[in-house]
């Protein structure tokens, strides 16, 4: 993978964990993502007419990929809704890249250097343990705690298969558009209509929570927009799955902003996970071309 690749994958790493804990920080979840996502379609809109259309033959794609991203941002908000984002983001962020190498082969036909077979599983193994070597319950109520943990998990689990399936789908769709700007433009346009079409029930709370903050819609908006358009760019660079892996070093800037900006504790265990993390991304970056 070329260097300047790897430092924009990087780059969307950053956002992208960025406007997740800006998702984790509201006070209505559900309301966050929709004010993200809104956020997005209202950056990409004004940038239509100066993109170019993509390609008949990947409006397919879009329109599959625009039905994951609206499962993707629901579960989203489910599981930070029941859990905190030090557990729920590596779950849905670790266990994807792991799928995605599963599904290259056979749908995609790429296959990975050996080297970057074992960075895909540093940095899986890496997300898991941070998740799985988790401290005892607090509080008073700690079988209340470890139910709304596995709720949060099995969100998480859930949606993980969900950003596989638009990874693989943008992949193909954006390899087919000739147009990665427009096809990305396109996308959040399309995902913010079909998530405010699923739930009309919030439309009378909305404009109230987007007055009060304001921030998640322009911050976050700004940020999924070009945290995804810069990892669809790179695919059209480099292989799939190696995109997806590199780009969940994210993980890496979560932890960070988990504890300076939500209090999360970093326990050795995550440490040691978060190493592990960066050991993948260091295997991935040199490994050679398959």
Known sequence: MPAHVVMV????ALLHAGWNALVKAGPDKYLSTMLVACGA????????????????????WLAASACCQVAYYMLLAAAYRHGDMSQAYPLMRGTAPLLV?????????ERLHPAQDIAVMLICGGVLVLCILRG????????????ARRRATTYAL??????????????AGVRLSGAPAGYTMWL??????????????R???????????????????????????????????????AVAAL?????????????????????????AAVTLIAAGAIVMRLAPPA
Do not use: K, Q
Request: net charge positive; glycine share 6%.
């Open 9 to 12: 994958v990087l780059f969307a």
């Open 41 to 60: 379609a209202l950056v990409a809109l004004p940038l239509l007419p100066f993109t170019a259309a993509p390609l008949p033959a990947s409006w397919p």
């Open 101 to 109: 190498a599963l599904a290259s082969l056979p749908l995609l036909g």
């Open 136 to 147: 005892p319950a607090a509080g008073a109520d700690m079988a209340a705690n470890r139910a």
């Open 158 to 171: 859930l949606n993980a298969g969900v950003i596989a399936s638009y990874t693989m789908i943008d992949g």
């Open 188 to 201: 959040f346009v399309l995902t913010a209509a079909l998530l405010l079409l699923c739930a009309p029930r």
């Open 203 to 241: 439309w009378a709370a909305l404009p109230a929570y987007a007055r009060a903050h304001a921030r998640v819609m322009l911050l976050g908006g700004a940020g999924t927009l070009a945290s995804y358009g810069m990892a669809l760019w790179a695919m059209t660079l480099a292989p799939v799955a």
């Open 247 to 271: 780009r969940e070093t994210s993980i890496l800037f979560a932890a960070a902003i988990a504890a300076l900006f939500l209090g999360e504790r970093l326990a050795p265990a995550r440490i």
